[in-house]
């Protein structure tokens, strides 16, 4: 496996992670026929409430020292996978399932995990990357698993 590291992004770290944000909206963008601005950019309204909202915490990815992906976590009850990115490169290589799996044992607790009905292969992905037992819904805005992480020690 390669060298992958979790961390929660700083302020300094937001226009990473707002390009990566592009990135990953682009892609969604097959799915939600979203377009760009007048400026060329999707955006995100929410990524600043990441750095002034207690309840929101932004993570990024690195691989062999490489951005290589993001995940914005909500950390109330229960807690949510709001967004979760990792780039195209990346994918089936196990990055995707040991970052969750980093954040799922920061946050023990009650979790559910969103996607969309039409991204059939994020629905694929998080019942790999899921390491508990979990219950799922179809609700009319897609699919979500229901589970608990236990605690890690040392986490």
Do not use: C
């Amino acid at each position: 496996m390669a060298d992958i590291e979790v961390l929660e992004a700083t302020v300094e770290d937001k226009p990473v992670l707002r390009r990566l944000l592009e990135l990953y909206l682009h892609d969604f963008s097959e799915l939600t026929y979203a377009d760009v601005d007048a400026h060329g950019r999707f955006g995100y309204p929410y990524l600043d409430l990441y750095w002034t909202e207690p309840e929101r915490r932004p993570f990024l990815f690195r691989v062999a020292g490489r951005w290589a992906g993001f995940a914005l976590v909500r950390t109330g009850v229960p807690h949510d996978m709001a967004e979760f990115f990792v780039l195209r490169k990346h994918r089936r290589t196990g990055v995707g399932v040991e970052a969750a799996s980093d954040l799922f044992a920061r946050f023990p607790g009650d979790w559910q995990v969103r996607q969309m009905t039409a991204n059939a292969g994020a629905t694929a992905f998080w019942h790999r990357a899921i390491p508990f037992e979990f219950t799922e819904e179809v609700t009319a805005n897609g699919r979500v698993q229901h589970f608990s992480s236990v605690a890690v020690s040392g986490q």
